[in-house]
């Protein structure tokens, strides 16, 4: 369509970076500068920060001095001369679904109306379990979409997620993280995927293409380290070597970015070793864009740019750290403009800061902005918004796919499956009766209805008590919690008691309620001591063990806990990683049998409370086979990868094509499973690497291919996985990338443990460096053998 003649960018007949350039021409250097800034209107944490903590309960973030700077301005004020983002219109407060549209038209009018230029401003929400308002669905946490090791289906929830962002009017969402659980006491371990890097960026790639094919920005978080901080603490400084980071960390941004297209990278809050990641020219400049050829836009994550000066004291005010952001490669400030305002013009005119800097992040903007659509001449705020129907049955559907999906059967014991169970149940455990239990500390009712305690939940979420009433019709169900998720209250021990002895069986299901800053056994700011179950729980477990009685134990939680005391004792051992609003019924499907279980490990269980760091991603002076150097066990309870089942399978002998292969060579690798059970089932076939010599100490065992297939009794498949050399790639002693000759052992099975299929490959010809056009990934192939096949 042909454009003004005054604003030849809103031509869409031109590329993207076209208009974009034409628009940039037209700024003033505020106008530019506004660009790189935000709003957030409708925050009111800095007032909740004033109230007493139990009334605060568990949603409000530390440093209300920071909050302060960036809510005092109006949004009239703040966008006189345009603006970058609209930060959580939908997001900060409950509203129904037309006063949430009603909302982004009303902000985006004072935007466009009060700007010379009338240049949209890009809506961004949270998205982590699922639309952040108040009444969407709440799809399970990051962690079990890891359980599922079921790519395809992640990419499907966030592809629902993303049409329902769409409709609302919400142009980027603030998800995936893609860090790598590192220490399990971190309390954002809920949010992320797993401890393995190749785990995390086939699931996180796999939510950033389903996202962005409904015409929502994915924003990979957070770049780089933040997982890592010493002892889990939160934005805890991260003493991490450079090999470390290239090998664990930042794979998955990589392969995000390379297979999935993500369109925003969002900056972490941690130092690596004294360097502030978002002052780092190397992270977001030399690799991310020069490296990697990202052209996307870096957002800060909320307040990071202030928080250079405030908390990481490398910059003298929040004006020069807006300098060291922006130098270093963030393109828009989040949540609210402080560094990346009047100070950042100031220091332009004084010739202090480079103009061409300016230009560069706004450039980029503004370029997203085209690609949205905002800058086409039909957008009017009006028709950004369409009707949504929030929580729609699809969406309830779907998230009961990925929660039964990710239910993970550790140990079936004596009782499980319970079937048609028509006994007395004792059903126990503070998670019991609580359905905010199920989800993690970014679903809605758990990150911001607190500061609105009159109000329901806004969804229907049975709690587990609900899902077992409806599971079992003919069992007597008699409920006592025993204890509060956290605290040392024990009154509730005697009742707790007395109902499991005068039961039949025992359920008790311990774990995690999931909040904010402290608030939460689980979340972002709450991390744990050391990995027993929070408060008194594993008291209780013991009490309740003393009855005699069987005692199935269902964990529902946001980080693997230590049950290695007990875990012998049990009658039945479930994990379920906060598996949302339909987590009910999917634990209680399983317990019952109704639900195959098929869910695996994307973290460790461990055996001791104390135990770290415990994942699998060990060389040899960290793992088993240092046995006898330290009185330390490094064993874990559960392994990665692991998960049990009603039916049971065997994996056959691993088929190589060659034995040799060059280093810029392939082959493939088969391995045939079976379903030797009486009942259909899934299995997850995993292949590890194992590089025999290396010039570094490299991990035993890494995951470089899985797929999850679903069998009937009896049935096979053959699951080829086409290995490119490149995979066997490492970061040698100079920090660079390379594929060198030697002896690579190739391992299949079930768990990084179970690993019966095993070929020894070698690799021949001259050392390669890789780059960024490396292969990344290892596709997998399913042939169904015929019944008559062999194994």
């Known amino acids: 369509m042909a454009a003004r003649d005054d604003r030849p960018w809103l031509d869409t007949a031109l590329t993207a970076e076209e208009r974009a350039g034409l628009l940039l021409a037209a700024m003033t250097l505020p ?7 935000s709003r957030w209107i409708g925050n009111d944490m800095a007032a909740a920060q004033e109230l007493p903590a139990e009334e605060t309960l568990n949603n409000v973030a530390p440093m209300q001095d920071v909050f302060a700077e960036g809510g005092a301005v109006s949004l009239e004020d703040a966008s006189r001369n345009g603006l970058g983002h609209l930060t959580r219109v939908w997001g900060s407060v409950p509203l129904t679904a037309a006063e949430g549209a009603a909302e982004v038209v009303r902000q985006h009018r004072i935007v466009l109306e009060g700007s010379r230029l009338g240049v949209p401003a890009l809506v961004h929400e949270e998205c982590l379990t699922g639309f952040t308002t108040y009444g969407a669905t709440v799809y399970p946490t990051a962690l079990a979409w890891g359980a599922t090791f079921d790519p395809e289906l992640v990419e499907r929830m966030a592809s629902a997620i993303g049409r329902d962002l769409a409709a609302a009017g919400v142009h980027q969402g603030l998800s995936p993280v893609l860090d790598v659980v590192r220490d399990y006491r971190w309390g954002r371990v809920e949010e992320s995927i797993g401890e393995d890097p190749y785990l995390v960026a086939m699931v996180g790639s796999a939510y950033v293409r389903g996202l962005q094919s409904s015409g929502v920005v994915a924003t990979l978080k957070h770049f780089a380290g933040y997982s890592a901080s010493r002892a889990g603490r939160n ?61 996307g836009t870096v957002v800060s994550d909320y307040w990071a740019v202030p928080f250079l000066a405030t908390m990481h004291r490398v910059a003298e005010d929040t004006d020069a750290a807006g300098v060291l952001a922006l130098t270093a490669g963030t393109d828009v400030e989040l949540p609210d403009t402080i560094g990346f305002g009047e100070g950042l013009i100031k220091r332009v005119e004084s010739g202090e800061v480079p103009e061409e800097l300016i230009d560069r992040a706004a450039r980029r903007l503004l370029v997203q902005k085209v690609k949205l659509g905002l800058l086409d001449p039909e957008w009017t705020p009006e028709g950004s918004v369409r009707a949504v129907e929030l929580n729609s049955a699809e969406n309830r559907e779907l998230a009961r796919e990925v929660a039964e999906r990710s239910v993970v059967l550790l140990d ?92 039949d069986l025992c359920v008790a299901y311990v774990g995690d309620l999931s909040g904010l800053f402290g608030h939460g056994s689980s979340g972002e700011g709450c991390d744990a001591e050391d990995l027993r179950l929070p408060g008194v729980q594993a008291e209780l477990l013991e009490q309740l063990l003393d009855t005699g009685t069987p005692v199935v134990v269902v964990v529902v939680s946001g980080r693997p806990y230590a049950l290695g005391d007990f875990a012998d004792r049990v009658a039945g051992l479930v994990q379920a990683f906060m598996p949302g609003q339909e987590g009910g019924a999917a634990v209680a499907g399983v317990l019952s049998g109704r639900v195959m279980p098929g869910g695996k490990l994307p973290v460790q269980i461990p055996r001791h409370v104390g135990g770290q760091p415990g994942t699998y991603l060990q060389p040899a002076l960290g793992s088993a086979e240092s046995a006898g150097i330290s009185g330390l066990e490094t064993v874990p309870l559960f392994p990665f990868g692991f998960g049990a089942s009603y039916t049971s399978f065997s994996v056959g002998e691993l088929r190589l094509s060659d034995t040799e292969i060059p280093t810029d060579g392939e082959l493939t690798a088969t391995v045939r499973v079976r379903n030797t059970g009486e009942r259909a089932g899934d299995e997850v076939v995993q292949l590890y690497l194992h590089d025999l010599v290396a010039q570094v100490a490299r991990p035993l065992k890494l995951l470089i291919g899985f797929a999850r297939v679903s069998l009937e009794p009896g049935a096979a498949v053959d699951v080829t996985f086409r290995v490119d050399a490149d995979r066997t790639a490492y970061t040698g002693p100079d920090l660079r990338r390379i594929v060198e000759a030697g002896d690579i052992e190739l391992l299949a099975g079930t768990s990084s443990i179970d690993l019966p299929a095993r070929g020894t490959v070698r690799v021949t010809g001259a050392t390669r460096v890789m780059g960024h056009d490396r292969t990344m990934v290892t596709p997998v192939g399913l042939t169904p053998v015929s019944a008559a096949g062999g194994e």
């Open 412 to 503: 079936a014991g004596t009782a499980l499956p319970l079937g048609s169970f028509a006994g007395k149940v004792a059903v126990v455990g503070p998670c019991a009766a609580e359905p905010k239990s199920f989800m993690g500390c970014y679903a809605f009712p758990n990150h911001v209805l607190p500061r609105y305690p009159e109000r329901a939940l806004g969804i229907e979420v049975p709690s587990a008590l609900d899902a077992l009433r409806n599971e079992f019709p003919d069992a007597e169900l008699l409920h006592a919690p025993g204890c509060e998720v956290q605290g040392n209250d024990r009154s509730g021990f005697a009742a707790a008691v007395e109902a499991a002895r005068d039961a």
């Open 235 to 295: 934005h805890g400084p991260v003493s991490i070597g450079r090999r470390e980071l290239l090998d664990v960390i930042l794979p998955t941004f990589e392969t995000a970015i390379a297979t999935g297209g993500a369109g925003s990278v969002m900056t972490s809050y941690s130092d690596l070793d004294g360097l502030p990641a978002g002052a780092d020219p190397w992270l977001f400049t030399e690799l991310l864009r020069e490296e990697w050829g990202f052209d």
């Open 31 to 37: 106008e530019k500068v506004a660009q790189l800034g």
